[in-house]
């Protein structure tokens, strides 16, 4: 059956150097939150520590594992296999996962190129996600009109915070659909859950949560007809 409702919590996660300790915090987070789902920004776990990089790898298996013991569902980026992996636990269980294709910057040098962004089925609703970088190739959107969700975890430069913000409205008005983005508080702390008039919460403390209804975005594509059902 298709989730018409749904409480999502986006959390503007500030990474420290102690990886243990982060994933302990994350935990504690998802643990303690009313919503049904949470978005927490790209490698939120280990940042992109590319002079530890060996060891932010070997932590993915750690993290993985203490996180398919958690009940809630949830979104992050791991670093495994010298990939940048989104990952969609739920129930204990791994519902998605897809490294990052459209790598910005020096990432590289040091990971491999992953698969595009595509669409998957989560309790009845169509979800896309798009990691950072990825937010600027709008071939993607035109794929992903009519879908129900966007995730969109990203660790964006402070100095084109505007830019997020611009292009995550975008996306929503352009695509109809609820977005949801994350940006890494190491940054600039900033998220959004936007519905598909581009209108909703915006976050720029740590964390902010929202009731979406699937439902208004139906009443927007009729409204304003672009050819999505």
């Known amino acids: 059956m298709k989730s018409e409702k749904l409480k999502v919590e986006v959390v503007n996660f500030k990474t420290l150097i102690d990886y243990e300790y982060n994933l302990k915090q994350v935990i504690k987070i998802i643990n303690n939150s009313p919503a049904d789902f949470l978005l927490f920004p790209e490698v939120c776990l280990t940042g992109f520590d590319y002079d530890n990089f060996k060891s932010a ?18 979104s992050l980026t791991i670093i495994e296999n010298n990939k940048n992996y989104f990952y969609f636990f739920d129930n204990g269980k791994i519902f998605k996962k897809r490294a990052k294709y459209n790598l910005f910057g020096n990432e590289k040098e040091y990971f491999v190129v992953g698969e595009k962004p595509d669409i998957f089925e989560w309790r009845g609703l169509k979800v896309a996600n798009l990691i950072c970088f990825e ?4 071939e993607y959107w035109e794929k992903f009109k009519g879908v129900d969700l966007i995730l969109v975890p990203a660790r964006w430069g402070k100095e084109r915070i505007e830019h997020f913000k611009t292009l995550n409205k975008a996306l929503a008005l352009s695509t109809q659909s609820q977005v949801l983005c994350s940006n890494s508080a190491n940054e600039k702390s900033y998220g959004a859950i936007l519905d598909g008039w581009g209108e909703g919460v915006e976050i720029t403390y ?12 139906k009443k927007i594509r009729k409204k304003i007809n672009i050819g999505i059902k």
Do not use: H, P, Q, Y
């Open 206 to 217: 740590v964390n902010g949560i929202a009731d979406i209804d699937f439902t208004k975005n």
């Open 135 to 138: 937010l600027r190739f709008i």
């Open 57 to 74: 790898n070997e932590f993915s298996k750690i993290a993985i594992n203490e996180f398919l013991k958690l009940k809630k569902a949830f």
